[in-house]
């Protein structure tokens, strides 16, 4: 029997916020967890889509062959050197030249009963 191929290489996330504030010492932050099963890296892609504004691209990961990685999205600079911006409602679209597994974590800190959430992302194809 063949194996069932893992993972996908376009990824869509709706629901994606980066908060202006936090509370107590843990900051707010949104990740993109991506798990690569192959055995040769896989350039990643992020797209940010908003309500009112084009698309922000250009941000660019590399996840090591059988390795995952956590993109931290108020970190990411894309080839222009923005970053994203926060207190904007947005989606993301995750595209990688290999199959690869997306999950998506947000921890909000904005009131000290603070929040966890984590989902996989959509796959695409």
């Not at 192959?38 to 940010?48: C, G, N």
């Amino acid at each position: 029997m063949a194996k069932k191929p893992v993972g996908a290489k376009v990824w869509i996330i709706p629901d994606s916020y980066l908060p202006d504030q936090s509370t107590g010492e843990l900051k707010s932050h949104e990740s993109a967890c991506v798990l690569n099963l192959k055995s040769r890296p896989a350039k990643v892609k992020l797209t940010v889509y908003f309500k009112d504004r084009e698309p922000l691209g250009g941000f660019e990961v590399t996840c090591p062959p059988l390795r995952t990685v956590h993109i931290r999205l108020e970190t990411l600079k894309n080839r222009r050197g923005e970053g994203i911006p926060v207190a904007k409602p947005m989606g993301l679209k995750v595209e990688s030249d290999v199959a690869v597994v997306v999950q998506h974590t947000r921890l909000d800190t904005t009131q000290p009963a603070l929040a966890l959430m984590t989902t996989m992302a959509f796959p695409l194809r």
